[in-house]
């Protein structure tokens, strides 16, 4: 792989305390082109512009998927990343049913880890901080026919973070009219367009005074799918529940990691569709205890209070929370702080 560096780094003129979330990039980034039939040039060069030709099919036709994923800096200077074969695996499911030609391996993981490497200076130790890395594909071809790119290319970025969406009250709105996805559709890939057409959506939800949009099922609105772009769990009384993956369903490496914790530290787990309506009832039996939702840039959010037809309900904080208790149990391993009995970690 050839690696051109950047000789005009900006990292020394960065104020790693003031970042917002995902305007701040690394002083390098990975590139690789599909043209001919293969994915062919692999390199790492200056973080910089790219210049495409306005009929630049992805931008018509929105063939473009991407991924979310973190490396972690533990006590020695040691640089981690969590599970990023399932990062892998997800990218070529998402490119498969975007008619996008699927990564070699070699390629992704290389490419990743030479990058998180080389910037590995922008990852700093702490809990919350990290680096954020976003791999990404888009079709590159220079037409507007409406059919698959003969070209694309596969990039990948990294942003600094700290946590974020600290906020103590975090309420949700459930969505009675709009879906993120629908059966037969590509909810389960992490396709740009997914977001893109959240934001309408969500944008309501905000103008009303709640933080996040609960999206229901697009038949009937009456299943709980996801909250915005995290995986949803509900603990009853002393028993987590989260929806079964699906082609709507984002396949979520948080929410498998959540389960599979809860399960190890004996939590009762169902995973099943859940209803709006037990939600609702929960709630006014009082067995409901927790919402939180699931994801790679904040790991476990604990959910305040949801609306629903014009009624606010509210979710008193638990001792002994589990999202808490699951959230740490994550942490630890991502930042090497615990024993890695799972095999999640990767050092980079
Ligand atoms: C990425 C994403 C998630 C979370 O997946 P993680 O692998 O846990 O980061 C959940 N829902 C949607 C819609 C997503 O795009």
Same mark, same amino acid.
């Given at each position: 792989?050839?690696?051109?560096?950047?000789?005009?780094?900006?990292?020394?003129?960065?104020?790693?305390?003031?970042?917002?979330?995902?305007?701040?990039?690394?002083?390098?980034?990975? #590139?690789?082109?599909?043209?001919?039939?293969?994915?062919?040039?692999?390199?790492?060069?200056?973080?910089?512009?790219?210049?495409?030709?306005?009929?630049?099919?992805?931008?018509?036709?929105?063939?473009? #998927?991407?991924?979310?994923?973190?490396?972690?800096?533990?006590?020695?200077?040691?640089?981690?990343?969590?599970?990023?074969?399932?990062?892998?695996?997800?990218?070529?499911?998402?490119?498969?049913?975007?008619?996008?030609?699927?990564?070699?391996?070699?390629?992704?993981?290389?490419?990743?880890?030479?990058?998180?490497?080389?910037?590995?200076?922008?990852?700093?130790?702490?809990?919350?901080?990290?680096?954020?890395?976003?791999?990404?594909?888009?079709?590159?071809?220079?037409? $507007?026919?409406?059919?698959?790119?003969?070209?694309?290319?596969?990039?990948?970025?990294?942003?600094?973070?700290?946590?974020?969406?600290?906020?103590?009250?975090?309420?949700?709105?459930?969505?009675?009219?709009?879906?993120?996805?629908?059966?037969?559709?590509?909810?389960?890939?992490?396709?740009?367009?997914?977001?893109?057409?959240?934001?309408?959506?969500?944008?309501?939800?905000?103008?009303?005074?709640?933080?996040?949009?609960?999206?229901?099922?697009?038949?009937?609105?009456?299943?709980?799918?996801?909250?915005?772009?995290?995986?949803?769990?509900?603990?009853?009384?002393?028993?987590?529940?989260?929806?079964?993956?699906?082609?709507?369903?984002?396949?979520?490496?948080?929410?498998?990691?959540?389960?599979?914790?809860?399960?190890?530290?004996?939590?009762?787990?169902?995973?099943?569709?859940?209803?709006?309506?037990?939600?609702?009832?929960?709630?006014?039996?009082?067995?409901?205890?927790?919402?939180?939702?699931?994801?790679?840039?904040? $790991?476990?959010?604990?959910?305040?209070?949801?609306?629903?037809?014009?009624?606010?309900?509210?979710?008193?904080?638990?001792?002994?929370?589990?999202?808490?208790?699951?959230?740490?149990?994550?942490?630890?391993?991502?930042?090497?702080?615990?024993?890695?009995?799972?095999?999640?970690?990767?050092?980079?």
């Amino acid at each position: 792989m050839e690696i051109i560096k950047n000789d005009n780094p900006k990292f020394n003129k960065v104020d790693f305390e003031n970042l917002s979330f995902g305007e701040t990039f690394t002083d390098h980034m990975f #590139i690789c082109d599909f043209l001919d039939g293969n994915w062919v040039d692999p390199k790492i060069i200056p973080y910089q512009n790219i210049s495409i030709d306005p009929s630049t099919s992805a931008l018509h036709y929105g063939q473009a #998927i991407f991924e979310g994923m973190k490396a972690y800096k533990d006590h020695n200077n040691k640089v981690w990343l969590f599970r990023p074969e399932d990062n892998f695996e997800r990218l070529n499911k998402s490119c498969k049913r975007m008619k996008i030609p699927e990564i070699p391996k070699d390629i992704f993981m290389n490419g990743l880890k030479k990058l998180v490497s080389i910037d590995s200076d922008w990852v700093k130790p702490g809990n919350g901080n990290s680096l954020y890395i976003r791999p990404f594909v888009f079709a590159s071809q220079a037409t $507007v026919q409406a059919s698959p790119s003969s070209e694309y290319k596969f990039i990948i970025i990294c942003s600094p973070a700290k946590s974020y969406y600290n906020e103590s009250k975090f309420n949700v709105l459930i969505s009675e009219k709009y879906s993120r996805a629908s059966s037969g559709g590509v909810g389960f890939a992490k396709a740009a367009g997914n977001y893109g057409s959240s934001f309408y959506p969500t944008s309501i939800a905000q103008n009303k005074g709640y933080h996040q949009i609960i999206w229901t099922d697009s038949n009937e609105h009456k299943f709980i799918e996801e909250a915005g772009t995290m995986n949803i769990f509900f603990r009853i009384e002393n028993k987590l529940i989260t929806a079964p993956t699906n082609d709507r369903i984002l396949d979520g490496i948080t929410r498998k990691s959540v389960i599979q914790i809860a399960k190890d530290i004996g939590i009762d787990v169902e995973v099943r569709p859940f209803t709006v309506d037990e939600l609702v009832a929960a709630v006014k039996n009082k067995s409901l205890k927790e919402i939180f939702g699931a994801g790679t840039a904040v $790991v476990i959010l604990s959910i305040s209070g949801f609306g629903y037809k014009n009624i606010d309900y509210d979710i008193k904080p638990v001792k002994e929370s589990y999202a808490e208790k699951i959230k740490k149990i994550i942490t630890d391993i991502q930042y090497n702080r615990s024993d890695d009995k799972f095999g999640w970690r990767s050092e980079v």
